[in-house]
C-alpha cells in the first residue's frame, strides 16, 4: 500500500512559494517575459502601409477583412490580459514575503505597475474602450466585467506610472547587472506614449518629453547613439547605449527571438518572406538633399532609384543589388530583379506567387543580427522606447502647438538626421512652411520596421487614405502599363467606421454580457 | 494422431474407453476434446473422429464429455462401457457454453447478466498489423478505433460506445489480471481471448476507472494434459502506401495562377510564353510519392506449448519489422520503421490446493521516426508546383522559389531521426487456493515496468543554390522509466443448493504509479559525430533531471454477488469503493454499485415447443455507477515551479517562475449507466443474435470551465462542472453453415452511439470554438462536438444573382463566389445565420466477416468501416493557392466554378486577401465539408493447409500457407485523402488542431504468410 497524500516534488506550494527570496524575482522575471515579444513588436508592420504579409491574418486585416473571428484580436487580447493576471497575481501575494527590504518590494510593484499599464495602453490601442481590472479577476468577475473608456484607461496609466515613477531607479541608477529594468525614464516614455496617442494632450507631451530631454540628473542620461544601424545591429551597440529607454531583453543562445528568418533574403539565410516593405515605405525616405522624391530638384531618378537617398533607407531595406554585408564583413549582391541573379533559379528574384520569395521586392536589413546562430536565432534587444522617439514626439508636440523654431527642430528633426548621416544643409537647417509631413515623414524613416507607423497612421485619422487601394511593390510588374510598372501586391480597403478599432474577440462577446461589440463588426 | 493423457496411478486398475465422434451426417469430427467431467483427463479425436482414453476405476462412474467449437456439447456416462460413440449436434458458436473472461474471474456466457463482447484469438491472428488495436478494428460492435496517423509505431485511438465525456475517453486495459496493460505493445498473436467490458454490469468491479469500458486481454496459455507442440506462424509482405492527390501540370497551375491574381484585380504573374515554356519543360519530381517507397513488412512468431497433469507452459517468441514507406534513414542506421520484439513465458502449477500462475513478458520496441515531422513532409512536398526537382543530376538537394527553405527528399536521406527505444517488462503472479471445494482464495501480484527512451539527432543537409537544414544540428537524450504495481486479494465461494446457485466474491486492491525521466539537449554538435565541438551549447531549457516524480496511488475494495434460480433468472451486484490519490483528502474515496439480472426465456416451459427453432433466448438489463479518474496526478494542488533562461538582463539570463492554478475540490466523474440486451440462438444455435441497447448519463464531468472569458487572464482549473448523455445499440449476427465439404461463416456487427452535451458549465450554453478557418460548436442539447458555421447555398451565378442575394457586409463578391444561405431571412449574411454543419465523430461502425474453409482451403474476408461522419480538411489539397502559403492546384479542385460549371464543387480561383478569396475560404462554411463514411475490404486471409497425411511424415502435424492482403479496397466519397484519418483523438477535443490533409497515406499490404505446428 502506498499512501494518498502525494505532493509533486519539484514544485513549490502556494504556501511556501513567495517566502522564499529568490522565487519573488523569479516571479518579478516572469512578469517580464510576459511584457511584450518580439511578434508583437515586428508584425504591427505588416497592418501599415509600411509592409505587406503575403499570408496570414496579418494579410486579412491589412486588407480590410478581418472579421470578429480573427484568431489574431482573440490572440493579442488574450496574451495581455495574461500579463496583466500575473501583474495582479503578483501584486497581491508579494507581501507574503517578509525578507526582502520593503524598498525592493515597493520598486518591484512599481515595475509590476508599469507592465500591467503598458498592457492597458496596448489593449486600448487596439480595442479602444476596454475591461481594466485593477485586481486579481475571479472567473466570476471575469464574466461581468465592463469596458472602461479608452480616455478612463489612459488616466488610469498615467496615474499609475505616476505612482510607479518615486519607486522607480532611474537609468544612471541602475547597476550595470540590472541593464534592461524598468526605470523612470520608461514610465515617463509610456506616459508620452499615452498622452500623445490622445491627440489632444499636446502640452502634457511637452511637459514629459522635456523631464526626459532637459532633467536627465533626475530621470537619467539619455543621447542618441552615433549610428543608426548598430543600435539595431551591432551586438554590443545594440545593449550598451545610451538611446535605449526600454528594450525587450534577450541573451544569445538562451532567451532568443527569429523572426529575422523570414524577413532577410533567402540566399542569405531566410526561410520565407512573410513580411515585405513596401514601394509607399521606400518612396517616403527623402534624398539627401533634404527634398521628397516626388519635390522639384529633389534628383530622383526613377531608374536608379536609390543613391543618394537617406542612408536609413540602406539601413532598413534590401533593394535590387543591394550590398548585403554578412557576419565577416564579406560583400553579397542580392539580385531582385527577376532573371538578373548569376545563379540560377535566383532565389532572391521576384516571381510572383512565390511563397519564399518577396511579394514586393524589397526585403529587411534593420535588425539584421550578425552573432545570430543559424536561422536567424539572436540574441539582440529589441527597442520598445528609444530616445529617437521622444525626439520625434517632442517635435511633433511642439509644432502641433504652434511653437516649433529652428532650436526645436535643431535638437529633433536636425539631430536625428545628422546622426543619420545626412550633411547636406538642404536636409539639416531649419525649414520654412507646415512642417507636419516632414516631422510625419521622419518619424516613419526613423521608426520603420519597430511597429510604430500602423499606430500613427490610426492616431492621425489618415488610415483611409493610406490604408485604400494597392500596396505596391518595386517596379518589377509583369504588366509595366498598370501602376507605372509597380507590383500590385494587395488591394487594400479600410472602413473608417469600423477599421480604427478591431474586433473584440467573439468568444468573449459571448461569455460576457457586459461586453459590448466595437462598430461595424 | 490420438495421445493417452499420461494417468499414472498405478494402484488402481484402468478400463480403456474408445470410440469415434461424427457430426449430423456421420462423418468423424477430428480435434473433439473429450474429458472426464470434474478433472484434467481427456483426449482429442484424431482425423477420422477416433479417440482413446484411459479411465481410473473410480473415475468409471463419471461422465465424459464432449466438446467441439460450433457444436452442442454432449455428457455421456461412462457406465463401465469401453466403447462410446456420439453424434455432436451443430450448435452455432457454443457461444452460450463459452467461459468468457470476466473482471476478477471467468463466468459462463450463458449467466452474463452484463454487456460483454468477446473476441477470439483466431480473428485476431494473421493480420498484418503490429499493433493489437489495429487487429481489434471492427471486430466488436462499439469497439470504436480510429487510425489518424497511419506511420508505422503511430498510436491508435479507442473508444468503447462513442464519446461520453469531455475528458479523456480511454478504455482501462487488463492484461491478465493486472491493471495498466499496454494493448500498443503486446504482440497481437499472443491474444488468446479479448472481452470488452460495456455496461456497469461488467465493469463497475472496476469501479472508478470503468465509466470508459475495460478492455480485459487474456494471453495464451498452455494447458494441462496436453501434449508439446512447436508452432511458427510468420507473414512477409510489401506495403504500397498509396498517394491519392495529384498536382495538376505546372503550366495549367500557371494559368490558374493567372486567373486567381486577375479575379483578384491583379496583373498575372506568367506571361503566354512562361506558361509555354513551362509546358516545354514537362514535369518534375516534386511530389510526394517521390518521397515514398514500397517497404517491406514482416511478421515471425514461434510458441512452444505443452502440459502434464500437474503442470503446464506456454512460451512464445516474436518479431515484427514494419518498415515506413518514406525513403530514407535520415543519414545513419536502419531505415525508418518499427520493430518489436516479444518474449512471454506463461507456467501453471498444481501444487495440491494451490494452482499458481506465473506471467512474465518482455517487450522491446524500437520506432524510427525523420527528424521534421511528416506534416512538414507533406505541407513542403504539396505546396510547389510540379515542374521542380528533389535533386539534380549531380543528386544536390534542390531548393525553389515556391518552398520555406527546405528540400524535404534531403531531410528523409540526410536530415537525421527521431528513435524511441522502449523496453517493458509485464509480470502477473497468481495463486489460487480451493481452501474447500466451494471456497477459493485468489492473491495476485503484477504490473509493468517501463523503460522508454528517445535519441533525437538532427544533421545539418546544404541545398542548392542555397538554403540548410538542421544546421543547429541538436542531438537530444531523453530516458524515462516507470512503474505500476498491482496487488490483489479475493475470496470467493459459490454454492448450488438444489435450484438456488450462489455466488460470492469479495477482495482488496492497491495500485500504485510513479515515473520520472530526464533528458539532455546540446546544439551545434559536431556534424559527423553529434559529439560536443568548438560552440557546442547544452540547451538550459530543453534538459532537466529527474527530480519530477509522477505519482498516483489507489486503494480499493470490491465485491461481487451472484445467484441463479433454476439457471433461468439470474441476478447479479457489484460493488467497489476506490480512494485515490489524485484527489484532496475529502474528495477521495468513492462508491460505484451496479445491479443487473437476467432471464433464460427459452428455459421456460412455454419456450419448450418452438425450442427448435429458438435454441436460447436471454433477456439481461444493468444498472449502475462508474466512475472516471482520468485527471493529473497534482490537478487538485496549486502549484508554482521555476524555470530557466524566462528573461535576462545586461545579457544574462534569469530564471523566472510560473503557477499553476488549480480547484481543490474536483472530485470523481460519475456514469450512471443502463443497459439492456438480448442474446438469441435460432436454427440448433447455426444463427446467434446479440442485440444491446445502452444509455449513459456522465456528470461531474471534469474540465475548464468553459464559461470565462480570456479576460480571466489565464486557463481555467478543471472543475467538476459538465454533463454529457451517450445512448446507443449495437447488434452482432453469426451464421454457421457445415456442409459435407464446405464450411461457411458470416459475421457482422454493426453499432451506433450518440452524445448529447446536457450541461456545459456554469451558464454556459454554448462554447464556439475557432478552430483555424472554421469553427466548433458545443452547445447544450446536441451533439458534443459539431462543426459549425454558414451553410452554403451554390454560388452567385451572374452579376445580377450578386446583387439580389444576401451577402456579408461590405465584401464586394463576384460571380463564381460562394452564396451562403440567409437562414434568418433577413437579408444579410451575417454571425445570425450560423448552423450546425457535421458531426466529427463516426456513427453506425460496422464490422463483417466472412469464412469459408474447402477441403484444404480457407478463406476469411474482413472488412470494415464506418457509416456516417462528417470531416472538415483545409491546407493546401483543399483551397487553391492555398491562403497565401501554397502555390499549388491539384486535380481535385479543378472543379471550379465558370458560367458553364454553374454546380462546381469549388469557387473561381481568387487571392488571398481579395475579396472573393475572404467570402469563400476565410468564413468558415461547409465548402470545407467532406463525407467520411467508408467500407474498406480490411483484410483479406487465403489459405491452404496440406493433408496430413503427406507433412505427418516430415513429423509435422499442420502445415498451411497463406496468401494476406490488408487495406486493399476502400469504399468512400472521400476520395482525395484516406477517410478514416482524423484531427480528433478519442474525445473530440475543442483543443484539436484541424485536419489539414497532410497524413501518412494508407499502405496497402500484400504478402505470404506460412504456419507449422510439430
Known amino acids: ?521 | 494422431s490420438t495421445f493417452k493423457t499420461p494417468v499414472t496411478i498405478l494402484t488402481t486398475r484402468v478400463i480403456s474407453v474408445s470410440g469415434k465422434v461424427t457430426d449430423e451426417k456421420g462423418i468423424g469430427l477430428p480435434g473433439v476434446s473429450v474429458q472426464i467431467k470434474g478433472t484434467n483427463i481427456g483426449a482429442v479425436t484424431d482425423g477420422n473422429g477416433l479417440y482413446s482414453l484411459s479411465v481410473p476405476d473410480e473415475l468409471a462412474s463419471k461422465n465424459l464429455t464432449f466438446s467441439y467449437l460450433g457444436y452442442v456439447s454432449q455428457d455421456i456416462s461412462i457406465a463401465g462401457k469401453k466403447t462410446i460413440n456420439v453424434q455432436l449436434k451443430a450448435g452455432g458458436d457454443n457461444a452460450l457454453e463459452d467461459v468468457v473472461v470476466i473482471g476478477y474471474g471467468t463466468q459462463k456466457r450463458v449467466s452474463i447478466t452484463g454487456s460483454v463482447s468477446t473476441i477470439d484469438g483466431k480473428n485476431i491472428e494473421n493480420k498484418p498489423v503490429l499493433n493489437a488495436y489495429q487487429a481489434l478494428q471492427g471486430e466488436a460492435p462499439n469497439l470504436i478505433i480510429q487510425q489518424s496517423n497511419l506511420n508505422p509505431g503511430s498510436d491508435v485511438t479507442v473508444n468503447i460506445r462513442g464519446v461520453g465525456t469531455l475528458g479523456d475517453n480511454t478504455p482501462l486495459v487488463v492484461v491478465d489480471g493486472i491493471v495498466g496493460g499496454n494493448l500498443n505493445t503486446i504482440n497481437p498473436n499472443d491474444i488468446s481471448s479479448v472481452s470488452v467490458l460495456k455496461d456497469a454490469g461488467s465493469a463497475a468491479i472496476y469501479g472508478s476507472r470503468a465509466a470508459n469500458g475495460v478492455i480485459l486481454i487474456t494471453t495464451k496459455a498452455g494447458k494441462l494434459n496436453q501434449k508439446t507442440t512447436v508452432s511458427y506462424n510468420g507473414s512477409y509482405g510489401l506495403q504500397d502506401a498509396n498517394v491519392l492527390v495529384h498536382k495538376v501540370p505546372a503550366w495549367q497551375n500557371a494559368y490558374y495562377k493567372n486567373e486567381s491574381l486577375v479575379n483578384s484585380g491583379l496583373s498575372p504573374a506568367y506571361t503566354p510564353d512562361q506558361i509555354q515554356q513551362l509546358k516545354d519543360l514537362g514535369e518534375g519530381t516534386w511530389k510526394i510519392e517521390n518521397l515514398l517507397r514500397t517497404a517491406p513488412q514482416q511478421s515471425h512468431n514461434v510458441n512452444i506449448a505443452g502440459g502434464g497433469e500437474k503442470s503446464a507452459f506456454f512460451v512464445s517468441a516474436g518479431y515484427q519489422d514494419q518498415e515506413s514507406n518514406f525513403i530514407g534513414n535520415g543519414g545513419d542506421g536502419a531505415n525508418f520503421g518499427y520493430q518489436k520484439y516479444n518474449l512471454r513465458l506463461n507456467q501453471t502449477n498444481i501444487i495440491g490446493k494451490l494452482r499458481t500462475n506465473f506471467i512474465l513478458l518482455y517487450t522491446k520496441t524500437r520506432n524510427k521516426t525523420n527528424s521534421v515531422g511528416d506534416n512538414n513532409i507533406f505541407a513542403d512536398a504539396n505546396r510547389v508546383p510540379a515542374n521542380f526537382n528533389w535533386q539534380d543530376e549531380n543528386g544536390n538537394y534542390l531548393t525553389n522559389p515556391f518552398a520555406s527553405q527546405y528540400n524535404e527528399y534531403g531531410v528523409l536521406e540526410k536530415g537525421g531521426f527521431n528513435q524511441a527505444d522502449n523496453d517493458e517488462i509485464f509480470g502477473s503472479f497468481n495463486g489460487q487456493l480451493n481452501i474447500t471445494k466451494d471456497l477459493k482464495l485468489t492473491g495476485e501480484f503484477g504490473g509493468t515496468l517501463q523503460n522508454n527512451g528517445t535519441f533525437f539527432r538532427r544533421l545539418q543537409v546544404n541545398y542548392l543554390p542555397s538554403g540548410v537544414y538542421g544546421d543547429d544540428r541538436s542531438v537530444l537524450d531523453a530516458n524515462s522509466k516507470s512503474q505500476l504495481f498491482n496487488t490483489k486479494i479475493y475470496l470467493e465461494y459459490g454454492k448450488k443448493i438444489s435450484d438456488h446457485e450462489f455466488k460470492a466474491q469479495f477482495g482488496a486492491s492497491s495500485e500504485n504509479y510513479s515515473q520520472r525521466g530526464f533528458q539532455l539537449q546540446k546544439t551545434l554538435t559536431d556534424q559527423l559525430l553529434g559529439t560536443p565541438t568548438t560552440g557546442t551549447i547544452v540547451d538550459p531549457i530543453n534538459s532537466n533531471n529527474s527530480l519530477a516524480i509522477n505519482s498516483n496511488s489507489l486503494l480499493s475494495l470490491f465485491g461481487r454477488l451472484n445467484y441463479a434460480f433454476k439457471d433461468k433468472y439470474l441476478l447479479e451486484a457489484t460493488a467497489r469503493y476506490d480512494a485515490s490519490s489524485k484527489f484532496a483528502k475529502g474528495n477521495r474515496g468513492s462508491f460505484f454499485p451496479s445491479v443487473s439480472a437476467g432471464w433464460l426465456i427459452s428455459q421456460e416451459t412455454f419456450m419448450q415447443s418452438i425450442k427448435n427453432t429458438v435454441n436460447s433466448l436471454k433477456i439481461r438489463a444493468s444498472y449502475g455507477v462508474l466512475g472516471n479518474q482520468n485527471v493529473g496526478n497534482f490537478q487538485y494542488q496549486t502549484t508554482y515551479f521555476n524555470y530557466a533562461s524566462a528573461y535576462g538582463f545586461n545579457n544574462i539570463p534569469v530564471g523566472g517562475a510560473g503557477t499553476l492554478l488549480s480547484n481543490r475540490d474536483l472530485t470523481w466523474e460519475k456514469a450512471s449507466t443502463f443497459n439492456i440486451g438480448l442474446d438469441a440462438g435460432f436454427f440448433d444455435n447455426r444463427l446467434t443474435a446479440t442485440f444491446e441497447y445502452f444509455n449513459k448519463v456522465t456528470r461531474d464531468i471534469l474540465q475548464p470551465r468553459q464559461d470565462i472569458p480570456l479576460i480571466f487572464g489565464a486557463a481555467t482549473p478543471d472543475f467538476n462542472v459538465a454533463k454529457v448523455r451517450s445512448k446507443g445499440w449495437e447488434a452482432s449476427l453469426t451464421y454457421n453453415l457445415r456442409g459435407e465439404n464446405v464450411t461457411q461463416s458470416f459475421s457482422v456487427n454493426v453499432a451506433d452511439n450518440q452524445n448529447k452535451l446536457l450541461q456545459l458549465s456554469g451558464g454556459a450554453t454554448e462554447q464556439i470554438i475557432n478552430q483555424d478557418v472554421f469553427q466548433l460548436l458545443r452547445r447544450v442539447g446536441e451533439p458534443i462536438t459539431q462543426y459549425y458555421g454558414y451553410q452554403t447555398n451554390g454560388f452567385f451565378q451572374n452579376q445580377s444573382d450578386v446583387n439580389n442575394s444576401p451577402k456579408i457586409a461590405g465584401n464586394a463578391v463576384v460571380p463564381g463566389d460562394v452564396k451562403f444561405k440567409d437562414l434568418n431571412n433577413d437579408g444579410i449574411i451575417d454571425a445570425k445565420d450560423k448552423t450546425v454543419l457535421g458531426n466529427p465523430f463516426p456513427r453506425y461502425t460496422f464490422g463483417f466477416t466472412y469464412r469459408l474453409a474447402v477441403k484444404g482451403f480457407d478463406l476469411q474476408l474482413f472488412i470494415q468501416g464506418v457509416g456516417k461522419r462528417e470531416t472538415f480538411l483545409r491546407g493546401e489539397l483543399v483551397e487553391p493557392f492555398h491562403y497565401g502559403y501554397g502555390a499549388t492546384v491539384y486535380e481535385h479542385m479543378t472543379d471550379y466554378w465558370s458560367p458553364s460549371n454553374p454546380d462546381a464543387r469549388y469557387p473561381i480561383f481568387a487571392n488571398i486577401g481579395s475579396p472573393s478569396n475572404t467570402n469563400n475560404w476565410r468564413t468558415g462554411s461547409d465548402l470545407y465539408k467532406y463525407d467520411a463514411a467508408y467500407a474498406r475490404l480490411k483484410n483479406v486471409n487465403i489459405g491452404y493447409t496440406l493433408p496430413q497425411a503427406m507433412t505427418s511424415k516430415a513429423g509435422i502435424s499442420r502445415l498451411r500457407v497463406s496468401l494476406i492482403g490488408q487495406n486493399l479496397f476502400t469504399l468512400s466519397k472521400l476520395k482525395f485523402i484516406d477517410p478514416e484519418t482524423s484531427e480528433f483523438g478519442n474525445n473530440l477535443s475543442t483543443g484539436s488542431s484541424s485536419n489539414s490533409a497532410r497524413q501518412y497515406p494508407l499502405p496497402i499490404f500484400y504478402g505470404a504468410g506460412l504456419d507449422i505446428t510439430f
Open chain 1, 1 to 521: 500500500c502506498k499512501k494518498l497524500d502525494i505532493a509533486p516534488t519539484d514544485r513549490f506550494s502556494d504556501l511556501t512559494f513567495w517566502t522564499v527570496d529568490v522565487n519573488v524575482n523569479n516571479a518579478l522575471n516572469n512578469n517580464y517575459s510576459l511584457l511584450y515579444n518580439s511578434s508583437l513588436f515586428f508584425e504591427p508592420e505588416a497592418l501599415s502601409d509600411n509592409a505587406y504579409s503575403p499570408s496570414g491574418d496579418l494579410n486579412l486585416i491589412a486588407s480590410g477583412n478581418a472579421t470578429s473571428l480573427t484568431a489574431k484580436f482573440a490572440g493579442d487580447w488574450a496574451s495581455y490580459y495574461r500579463t496583466i493576471k500575473s501583474v495582479n497575481i503578483f501584486l497581491e501575494n508579494v507581501d507574503q514575503n517578509k525578507t526582502l527590504p520593503q524598498a525592493t518590494i515597493a520598486r518591484m510593484k512599481a515595475e509590476n505597475q508599469f507592465m500591467r499599464a503598458f498592457a492597458l495602453f496596448n489593449l486600448s490601442k487596439w480595442f479602444g474602450d476596454v475591461p481594466l481590472p485593477d485586481h486579481d479577476l475571479t472567473p466570476e468577475e471575469a464574466q461581468v466585467i465592463p469596458r472602461t473608456s479608452k480616455a478612463a484607461i489612459s488616466d488610469y496609466i498615467i496615474t499609475q506610472l505616476e505612482a510607479a515613477l518615486p519607486n522607480l531607479p532611474s537609468k544612471d541608477q541602475l547597476p550595470a547587472s540590472e541593464n534592461g529594468r524598468i526605470t523612470k525614464g520608461a514610465a515617463l516614455a509610456l506616459q508620452m506614449r499615452t498622452l500623445l496617442y490622445q491627440g489632444n494632450k499636446m502640452a502634457e507631451v511637452v511637459t514629459v518629453c522635456e523631464k526626459l530631454i532637459n532633467n536627465q540628473a533626475t530621470y537619467g542620461t539619455y543621447a542618441l547613439t552615433p549610428n543608426y544601424s548598430a543600435l539595431f545591429s551591432d551586438p554590443n551597440t545594440n545593449k550598451t547605449n545610451s538611446e535605449s529607454i526600454l528594450s525587450l531583453q534577450y541573451v544569445p543562445t538562451v532567451r532568443t527571438w527569429q523572426n529575422f528568418w523570414d524577413f532577410a533574403p533567402r540566399t542569405v539565410g531566410g526561410r520565407v518572406s512573410a513580411m515585405a516593405p513596401t514601394q509607399e515605405l521606400v518612396d517616403d525616405y527623402i534624398m539627401l538633399n533634404g527634398r521628397g522624391i516626388k519635390e522639384a530638384g529633389s534628383g530622383y531618378l526613377e531608374s536608379n532609384p536609390y543613391v543618394n537617398r537617406d542612408p536609413r533607407l540602406t539601413a532598413t531595406v534590401v533593394y535590387d543589388r543591394y550590398s548585403w554585408v554578412n557576419p565577416n564583413n564579406t560583400v553579397k549582391t542580392i539580385y531582385i530583379k527577376p532573371g538578373s541573379d548569376p545563379v540560377q533559379p535566383g532565389l532572391d528574384e521576384y516571381s510572383p506567387g512565390s511563397q519564399s520569395a518577396s511579394a514586393t521586392g524589397y526585403y529587411w536589413r534593420k535588425y539584421f543580427d550578425p552573432i545570430a546562430l543559424s536561422s536567424f536565432v539572436s540574441g539582440n534587444n529589441l527597442h520598445l522606447f528609444r530616445y529617437a522617439e521622444v525626439l520625434l514626439s517632442y517635435a511633433e508636440a511642439k509644432n502641433s502647438l504652434g511653437q516649433m523654431d529652428a532650436a526645436v527642430w535643431a535638437k529633433t528633426i536636425g539631430a536625428l538626421r545628422s546622426r543619420a548621416g545626412f550633411t547636406d544643409a538642404g536636409a539639416l537647417s531649419f525649414p520654412s512652411g507646415d512642417l507636419t509631413s516632414v516631422i510625419r515623414r521622419e518619424r516613419r524613416a526613423e521608426l520603420a520596421m519597430e511597429g510604430l507607423r500602423v499606430d500613427d497612421i490610426r492616431r492621425w485619422k489618415v488610415a483611409e487614405t493610406t490604408m485604400n487601394g494597392f500596396a505596391h511593390g518595386a517596379k518589377f510588374a509583369t504588366d509595366q502599363n498598370v501602376d507605372g510598372g509597380y507590383i500590385r501586391t494587395q488591394q487594400r480597403k479600410f472602413n473608417p467606421q469600423r477599421d480604427y478599432l478591431w474586433a473584440v474577440p467573439s468568444g468573449e462577446v459571448g461569455l460576457n454580457k457586459n461586453l459590448t461589440q466595437n462598430p461595424g463588426y
